[in-house]
């Protein structure tokens, strides 16, 4: 069985930071592509950084710069740094893998963890 578990969120002031954790089992996290979504209220959820199996990332463009994902292999866990955190950034954010390296489903999802920044 495939879980993801998501921990780090939390609440921030504008300008800090949060790391954000995403621990994989069932399978490895290098098996297929890896990424992060996050949805505010009142919004579509939205694809915020994503990882290959390789190691390539891409970020929407409204993180570049300021948040980053990487992956430990060795602890089957999925990062996101996030820094000079905004208020537009508060959201829950939720960490998925893709079945298979070549599909474009994100098949396997996580519970989601609540980041809140304050102004």
């Known amino acids: 069985q495939v879980q993801l578990v998501e921990s780090g969120g939390g609440l921030v002031q504008a300008g800090g930071s949060l790391r954000l954790s995403c621990a994989v089992s069932?399978?490895?996290?290098?098996?297929?592509?890896m990424a992060w979504f996050r949805q505010a209220p009142g919004k579509q959820r939205e694809l915020v950084a994503a990882i290959s199996t390789g190691g390539s990332t891409n970020y929407a463009d409204s993180v570049k710069g300021r948040f980053t994902i990487s992956r430990d292999n060795a602890k089957n866990t999925v990062y996101l740094q996030m820094d000079s955190l905004t208020p537009e950034d508060t959201a829950v954010y939720s960490c998925a893998q893709r079945r298979l390296p070549g599909s474009l489903i994100y098949a396997y999802w996580g519970q989601g963890t609540q980041v809140t920044v304050s102004s």
């Open positions: 069932g399978r490895a996290a290098s098996s297929s592509g």
